[in-house]
């Protein structure tokens, strides 16, 4: 079965795929391009799990269709580090011990990274309002929320 | 180039056979132009379905609520990704994202209400992709940014295979997930009026919670005032209190000529909430909706009263 050729640019690198007319790119990614980093909580917008930035915008890439990433440039959780070197707030999330299962962890970096780099100096407040499109059922967030704000210092100074 | 990140540089997928797909012939398009697009509409066969941010559509397919043959990418054709202000005012392109409205300073300061109504939609994730027209035609009457629309008097661009029409947008949405938009029609813009000195609107929504949750009951308050700071002009309608959104004509007439005084508040509050034929259900009672619809109104119209700098 033929499939719609998509040309992309995925963390940088220049990505070509075929994919179905209904698949999102959540299913591209995970199931077409082995970047399992963004998982699949609810399939519905509402966990966050599955979030990446598409052109600057963080989204749920459950809500997005595979279709429509052509000629954009897509971020996903696999180009957050640099090689070995993790990137500050994948570090604080370690240090802060800022998850459990680790589901949601992608996600929550991923939307963290975006809400510092439009507002590097957050408020708690606006952490928790910048992160509430993404859920997590074992740490309670204080943690994550800790972890931000660390991080977000560190930014800073660097 | 990371060495991790080489597997997928090259991979050019070309299909799977066993690829579990439901949609056998389900077609999507990115049209470039409106009469590309409203031509692909008029001529669909099985169902078609407009795509712009996707948080209703995506959701819906996924749930099997809807199987489009037709997915119609709208975010391509020009100038519908963009606010333009005119010389009459706003014109907000079907495919902008509520995240940018919010980001527009003009329209921020121009048409407050609409703008937070807008930006209380979903998550950050969601307000990256959701639309205002989206809103409107998913004919929820609990769209939170349909009661500020509404109040702000906008209208809505309609384009069609036989030309185009300027409509208001209350005509728009006829029942919960129902319009008025014919077969191969779609709304291309929004269009919003330029501000006179001393006008401001707002919008409140009761959630039980404080973010990401579906409004219980809204209202959005739109005014305008003369030298005096006396009401010159209002409009007022509801959202979640009838199967579409309301616009009571009856609350606007009552605050024309006054100062928002203690009084007509109270009437403001009563024909509010004996205007709602709202539906009993989990999220709130008939009764708490009556009651909440006019608390709402009165309070929406304070802060508008306030933002058209009036005392």
């Known amino acids: 079965m033929a499939g719609i050729a998509v040309s992309t640019t995925i963390n940088g690198d220049a990505v070509e795929y075929l994919c179905q007319p209904d698949e999102t790119l959540l299913d591209v990614l995970r199931d077409r391009l082995g970047l399992t980093g963004a998982k699949e909580g609810c399939g519905t917008g509402d966990c966050g799990a599955c979030s990446v930035i598409v052109d600057g915008r963080l989204v749920c890439s459950c809500l997005v269709l595979g279709a429509e990433a052509e000629g954009r440039k897509v971020e996903t959780i696999e180009g957050m580090a640099h090689g070995d070197q993790l990137h500050p707030l994948q570090q604080k999330f370690l240090e802060h011990a800022a998850l459990q299962c680790g589901i949601c962890t992608p996600g929550f970096l991923i939307a963290a990274k975006d809400l510092l780099e439009k507002n590097p100096s957050p408020t708690e407040e606006e952490i928790r309002f910048g992160l509430a499109g993404n859920l997590c059922r074992c740490t309670g967030y204080d943690k994550i929320v800790r972890a931000v704000q660390d991080a977000a210092q560190v930014m800073k100074g660097a | ?311």
């Open chain 2, 1 to 311: 180039m990371h060495e991790r990140d080489g597997h997928y540089n090259q991979t050019l997928y070309n299909g799977r056979s066993d690829y579990d797909h439901q949609g056998e012939t389900m077609r999507y398009i990115r049209p470039l132009s409106i009469e590309d697009a409203v031509g692909e509409l008029a001529k669909a066969v099985g169902p078609a379905a407009i795509l712009a941010g996707g948080s209703d559509l995506l959701v819906r397919m996924k749930g099997g609520f809807i199987e489009p043959e037709l997915i119609v990418d709208i975010k391509a054709i020009g100038g519908l990704a963009d606010i333009a202000e005119t010389a009459d005012g706003f014109r907000i392109g079907a495919a902008v994202p509520c995240a940018v409205l919010g980001e527009n300073k003009a329209l921020k300061q121009a048409w407050p209400g609409v703008v937070e109504a807008a930006n209380l939609i979903g998550s950050k994730q969601v307000q990256g992709r959701c639309t205002i027209t989206g809103n409107l035609c998913n004919a929820s009457p609990a769209a939170d940014s349909v009661p500020a629309l509404v109040a702000a008097a906008a209208q809505a661009v309609v384009a069609g295979p036989s030309g185009k029409r300027t409509i208001a947008v209350e005509t728009v949405p006829t029942g919960p997930g129902r319009t008025s938009l014919a077969k191969g029609e779609m709304i291309e813009a929004i269009l919003l009026d330029k501000r006179p000195e001393h006008a401001g609107d707002a919008y409140l929504r009761f959630i039980p919670r404080t973010e990401m949750d579906i409004a219980v009951v809204s209202a959005g308050v739109n005014l305008t005032l003369d030298e005096k700071g006396a009401i010159k002009t209002a409009r007022v309608a509801l959202g979640a209190a009838a199967p579409t959104v309301l616009l009571v004509e009856e609350a606007g007439q009552v605050l024309i000529g006054s100062k928002l005084d203690e009084e007509t508040l109270e009437r403001l509050a009563k024909i509010c909430s004996g205007a709602c034929r709202p539906i009993d259900d989990k999220r709130g009672t008939i009764e708490f909706r009556r009651k909440v619809a006019g608390v709402l109104a009165q309070r929406a119209a304070t802060t508008a009263y306030k933002r058209a700098g009036g005392k």
